[in-house]
């Protein structure tokens, strides 16, 4: 893949210069390219990064978060509440209607809670929402939701896990799937025609008003989204002129030549996650010299970060290196613990104490795309360098699931996008309280002072939670985080692209405006 993509660059001298002509500002039209198709604009039903984007296009929930001023702030709710520790309620706005015209009331909050916690909704990511027991009608513009447990994380999950539906259309439709390619919202854009082959347009709203600081409207009439799988065939069309924006990740070098052209502009950023290391230390896969914890720091101590850092962020200071398995601005996130120092002589001294003078054979698993991979194979190298022979496997994440169910994988580099939103809670589900066909650590200490966390509501105390929690995995070396996980969009010089730290896809509707 990366040398089909790098036989494109020769075009740029030849199409620079007329690129700047071809954008589209003066049609009011954002030509925006997905890297996979869509079936409708629901990431309830199709979760992945694009449908985030038109997801959050055409729906609100009952509050944003306000990234400038690192708070959660109104949309749908003009305010809210915590009863109890299990209890919240919301005050609805009166004054928003959805795209058919129809009023918005506590109704439509009641019937989107149902319909995400009701086991015949069949939903892939249902345990986003398994924390609540019920949502409650007290009012035409009030709703109460009650959690089965004290869950400090909930408003997190309102906020970015979940889009109100309407009662009326959505609660109505026999087959959810068609409603999601004719929805209704509330949002700043409408949908004005969908086709899985030919993609999506969306038109503003003008009746949008109701987004605030945290979600205020663009400026842009029109969003016409197509589908282009392959990542060349992206970059040439942005390149002839036929697109404004890419906001799927490519290779750095690729970007660094992309910015050259004229009118061609990069918004960077560290974002919300990190491309990670993880050891079998509980020794699931046979590879007993894992379990031994100076081999496991001996690996940690042999990895050149800043240089497997700059194979796909480059060297922009404006992309902050991860020094834990979560950053400071996450709720909850709080380490101590220094990151094990770049020392290959230590590195090998330690193998040698630990019965291995010689190194071992292992294998690296990660995910397959060109970032994984290319962070892989430099890991590969780096552990060669002290004796440590490692095989890389790159696999699609069903193939990557079963061995991981099957107790294969011994060394493992893996994207996290850092659970999609301003807390630790993902991260602590997923990789410190792992379910046991994914547990690779082991350790109860670690599983129960992260159950802890995930029900403290004090945010003092979910904080020093996390500083035990996140030194402990670093002082056991269970995790390393490599490399951050860029958000690097290259677009045209005409827009202004402001990146989310957070979000799950890179820049939303709100946060892209013609200058």
Known sequence: MRKELRAILPMVALLGVIVPCLAQKSKDTLRLPYADSSQGISYYLDPKPETVYASDAVFDGLIAWDESKQTFAPLLAKAWRRVDPVTLEFDLRDDVK??????????????????????????????????????????????????????????????????????????????????????????????????????????????????????????????????????????????????????????????????????????????????????????RSGQKALTDIRVRRAIMMAVDREALSRTIAGTSPSIERPQAMCWRFQTGCDYAAALPKYDPDAARKLLAEAGYPNGFRSNITTFAGENYATVAQALSGQLRRIGIVADVESMPIGAYRQKQSNGKVEIFSSPWPGGGMPDVAQTLGFLYTPQPSTDYHGDEELKALAMRALKAMDPEERKNLGRQIFDMATERAYFMPLTPFPVLTVHRSELSVRLSRVSTYPAMASAINWK
């Open 98 to 283: 959805w795209h058919d015209g129809q009023p918005f009331t506590a109704d439509d909050v009641v019937h989107t809670i149902e319909y995400l916690t009701n086991p015949a909704s069949k939903l892939r990511f249902a345990h986003f929402w398994a924390f609540i027991k019920s949502a409650e009608k007290l009012g035409t513009h009030k709703v109460r939701i009650v959690t089965k447990e004290p869950t400090p994380y909930d408003l997190a999950q309102i906020a970015f896990q979940t889009v109100i539906l309407p009662a009326h259309a959505h609660g109505t439709a026999p087959d959810k799937v068609l409603f999601s390619q004719k929805p209704v919202g509330t949002g700043m854009y409408r949908l004005a025609s969908f086709d899985q082959k030919t993609g999506i347009v969306l038109e503003r709203n003008p009746d949008y008003r109701h987004g605030g600081s945290a979600k205020p409207p663009s400026n842009i009439g029109r969003i016409a989204i197509r589908s282009i799988p392959e990542a060349s065939t992206r970059i040439a069309e942005f390149m002839a002129g036929n697109l404004d924006i890419l906001p799927t990740q490519i290779p750095i070098d690729l970007v660094e030549n992309l910015i050259k052209m004229p009118g061609v502009e990069l918004a960077a950023t560290a974002g919300n996650g990190n491309i990670y290391l993880a050891l079998d230390a509980k020794g």
